[in-house]
């Protein structure tokens, strides 16, 4: 889990600028593509720069709630009492009233396609008693998933000076809902939902325009302007745009398409190592083996331009001394890959085998020969 959590991290810092393919010009504030399988970030403009969500805050609301059905701490049949404050919620409504019953489900259904606020603070209420209490539960959440730039006041994305996030924290959650509940997840993918006898699509309009889009919000505001968070799979690749601050619903939906459309064209996902393969032999001392082979634990992907994986350098670095026992899996060294000369990043390499610690005269020997080999 460590290394898979390095790399991740890795892959993350590994962005367009390191990368020869020009991104597309966007009419919006601030966007960034994300490749979901490596975690990579594809293309960006101000991708760190605070933006106000909207109802984008919504994707953190519905995670919170993932997370009690996945715990059982609620279920999807469980009734729910409406208090006058979700009745009386301004802005996108699923109307639900205090008097009429209402499950988990729908306020959930209510939240993702209708975008309700009346929904988000029922739900809000129901798991931490508060919105206010809700907001540290979003929070504590937004930490553990490293939004380091977010910061959730509501439920509902109403506009708050304390309320903010960015386009890169954004894109990390979406991929984390996709992630973490592949048994929710598909809610996003409905196109209406009735309640009260009232009908109401999903404000996503790219599930209308392209099949391969399942996902996942809209957002906005006066001040935020026009915002989505789309997700689209082709193949065995999944990509994630966050494009806000645009001018209207048909230029976010379009500036969207437009860069979910450029990563799946510009790039690839190459593996370029296999899980297990031994990439060299380490030397290792005081151990009953004298070389320890080295590689990755799970297969080695990357996105790249499309025909550049050929170009790939890899350059090996041990750690030394490398001292036994060493055990499968430990980090014994990094990889630096480059592309044209362009360092991509530094990937932690693992020991493919346990090397145990030799015997006594064994070690003796080795303490010699590095005793000699610093002199």
């Not at 206010?132 to 959440?141: P, Q």
């Not at 006041?153 to 109403?158: D, P």
């Amino acid at each position: 889990m460590r290394f898979v959590l390095s790399l991740l991290l890795a892959f993350v810092a590994f962005s367009a600028t390191a990368q020869s393919v020009p991104a597309p010009a966007l009419a919006a504030k601030a966007w960034l593509l994300l490749d979901h399988g490596t975690g990579q970030v594809l293309a960006a403009h101000e991708p760190d720069t605070r933006i106000e969500p909207a109802s984008l805050t919504k994707l953190m609301t519905a995670y919170v709630t993932f997370a009690a059905l996945k715990a059982g701490t609620i279920t999807m049949e469980q009734q729910v009492t409406v208090s006058d404050r979700a009745w009386r919620q301004e802005g996108s409504r699923m109307f639900i009233e205090p008097r009429r019953p209402v499950t988990v489900g729908e306020l959930i259904r209510g939240m993702i396609v209708q975008s309700g606020n009346d929904a988000c603070v029922a739900l809000a209420e129901l798991l931490a008693g508060s919105e206010e209490a809700f907001a540290e539960l979003m929070n504590r959440e937004a930490r553990r998933l490293g939004m380091t730039n977010t910061h959730f006041t509501n439920a509902t994305g109403l506009p708050d000076p304390q309320l903010y996030t960015t386009v890169r924290d954004l894109s990390r959650l979406a991929s984390a809902i996709v992630r973490d509940f592949p048994e929710y997840y598909p809610l996003y993918s409905e196109k209406e939902f009735t309640y009260n006898k009232i009908t109401q699509p999903n404000r996503n309009r790219l599930l209308w325009m392209d099949s391969t889009v399942d996902g996942i919000k809209t957002g906005h505001t006066s001040s935020a302007g026009y915002c989505l968070v789309a997700s689209a799979q082709r193949g065995p690749r999944r990509l994630i745009s966050v494009v806000v601050g645009t001018d209207s619903d048909t230029i976010r939906t379009q500036e969207s398409l437009k860069l979910l459309n450029f990563g799946f064209q510009f790039f690839d996902t190459v593996q370029l190592y296999a899980a297990g393969q031994a990439l060299s032999q380490f030397r290792i001392w005081k151990g009953q083996a004298k070389e320890v082979p080295v590689g990755f634990v799970s297969n080695f992907v990357m996105s790249l331009p499309k025909g550049q994986a050929e170009k790939i350098s890899a350059t090996l670095t041990s750690q030394q001394p490398l001292v036994a026992p060493v055990q499968k899996g430990q980090t014994v060294g990094t990889m630096q890959l480059a592309l044209e000369g362009r360092v991509l990043g530094e990937y932690p390499v693992v020991a493919l085998q346990d090397v145990p610690l030799a015997g006594f005269f064994g070690r003796l020997w080795d303490a010699l020969l590095m005793w000699i080999k610093n002199l």
